[in-house]
Antibody, heavy 121, light 110 residues
Framework: QVQLQESGPGLVKPSQTLSLTCTVS??????????WSWIRQPAGKGLEWIGR???????NYNPSLKSRVTISVDTSKNQFSLKLSSVTAADTAVYYC?????????????WGQGTLVTVSS | QSVLTQPPSASGTPGQRVTISCSGS????????VYWYQQLPGTAPKLLIY???QRPSGVPDRFSGSKSGTSASLAISGLRSEDEADYYCAAWEDSLSGWVFGGGTKLTVL
């Protein structure tokens, strides 16, 4: 059973860089069958897709965040990461990582439990 | 505002059938599959319907999905109290090369 777990600081100061890691267990992140996505959800609001990475390193980013987002993968640790620069209070949200199969179109089929990141001085 | 449009709320009594709509455009729902996610209070979203009308293993057949043109619907029959949750539709958006979601529908079981 695949499991994903987000980790990282729960509090980030304005203008700094938010950094989160998603650790995948129960399967290899380097499988050529999957993309790995980040999604966020501000309190009381809907879901916003941030971006995704393929095991080859190719990425897709939400155009609204593209200038501030970097997603990378570390196959040796079975992890992928999110960096969001120049954060403001509007970036306060629960951040989720999810598996995004590259074939068969099954959708975002496994999600982490989410981690709350608050942007505040 | 969200790219896909959902009603903010829906309700029903136990045993009833409720439907939740999701409206998009030719570049998302009109040309790609629709997905539905269920988010119980305080938990992560869970995949409920994929490829318009397919249920992952373990999802009861009380949940069904359909798509027509640039719109889609989620139907829940035999409503139960444990179905009280937020429901989100999603689709791939060709113009963005990314996933887009609806704003979510809060389902209340009266």
């Amino acid at each position: 059973q695949v499991q994903l777990q987000e980790s990282g600081p729960g509090l980030v100061k304005p203008s700094q860089t938010l950094s989160l890691t998603c650790t995948v267990s129960g399967g290899s992140i380097s499988s050529s069958s999957y993309y790995w996505s980040w999604i966020r959800q501000p309190a009381g609001k809907g879901l916003e897709w941030i971006g995704r990475i393929y095991t080859s390193g190719s990425t897709n980013y939400n155009p609204s965040l593209k200038s501030r987002v970097t997603i990378s993968v570390d196959t040796s640790k079975n992890q992928f990461s999110l960096k969001l620069s120049s954060v403001t209070a509007a970036d306060t949200a629960v951040y989720y990582c999810a598996r995004d199969p590259a074939s068969g179109n099954p959708g975002l089929d496994y999600w982490g439990q989410g981690t709350l990141v608050t942007v505040s001085s | 505002q969200s790219v896909l449009t959902q009603p903010p709320s829906a309700s029903g009594t136990p045993g009833q059938r409720v439907t939740i709509s999701c409206s998009g455009s030719s570049s998302n729902i009109g040309s790609n599959y629709v997905y539905w996610y269920q988010q119980l209070p305080g938990t992560a979203p869970k995949l409920l319907i994929y490829r318009n009308n397919q249920r992952p293993s373990g999802v009861p057949d009380r949940f069904s999905g359909s798509k027509s043109g640039t719109s889609a619907s989620l139907a829940i029959s035999g409503l139960r109290s444990e179905d009280e949750a937020d429901y989100y539709c999603a689709a791939w958006e060709d113009s963005l090369s990314g996933w887009v979601f609806g704003g979510g529908t809060k389902l209340t079981v009266l």
